[in-house]
């Protein structure tokens, strides 16, 4: 009976353990692995076993910036089951990282968490940090950019606006300035943003921002009408075109 009530209040619990079978990843990538459970003092029913890809974001609340986090995408793989005291299980796992999953850049973190749902305990939790890779059409767009002459300056992941429809809570932003000088005259950064993304496109959303000349400009600047939003779809069709397409749709803004 005493092991009973131990064991209703998350005393001497299961333990868990996730084993990745790597650690860097590509954005579309299947993960594979085990997660080892180990008995505590008493035997325990869990219900599952979850595994859940997370990532934080900033987002502002009463005027002042937090960070949260976001779940990504979430698997189940285990039916319940009863670990005996001490006894120890390996359950193989294999699902496919989103292509929506942010990259590791800037400040930007991926995990995946490890979560057995156990009746009336302290459900234990396991926490294993990856890289991400962006897909090949994200990646050829950042590679793009790069050759047109633009510079990475700063990756953040933030609350998605109301008019932006996404598949996650948060947007990934990709802030890049000129260093090419014919750009640099006229730009202060573009951002690039992926919309949605799948095996085969990905969509863009570029905002394009002028730098200020003049009392107009510097008028438009203040309105905030100085910056520009177009939105561009990218397929696997499009690889050799996506450096020209980019210098014509930001030119055309400047």
Known sequence: MLQKILASVGIGNAKVDTKLNRSHYTAGDVLNGVVEVTGGNTAQEVDTIYLTVYTTY????????????????????????????????????SFTLPHTT????????????????????????????IEVSPAPLANEVLAAMKRLGFRLRKVDCEK????????????????????NPSYRRHLDEVEVTFINQSPHSVDVLLQIDRRARGLGGFLAEALEMDESYTRLTF?????????????????RYM
């Not at 606006?161 to 260093?179: D, G, K, N, Y």
């Not at 069709?237 to 930001?250: A, K």
């Open 160 to 179: 998605a606006p109301a008019r932006i429809a996404t598949p996650h809570v948060f947007i990934q932003e990709f802030e890049f300035t000129a260093t």
């Open 58 to 93: 900033i987002r502002e609340v009463n005027d002042s910036k937090q960070t949260a986090n976001a779940a990504i995408a979430r698997f189940q793989v285990s039916q319940p089951f009863t670990i005996g005291s001490g006894e120890m299980k390996s359950i193989p796992f």
């Open 102 to 129: 942010p990259i590791s850049a800037g400040k930007t973190k991926v995990w995946v968490q490890t979560e057995l749902d156990i009746k009336m305990a302290i459900d234990p939790t396991d926490k294993d940090y």
């Open 235 to 251: 397929t696997d069709r499009d690889t050799f075109q996506i450096e020209s397409t980019l210098r014509q749709t930001i030119e």
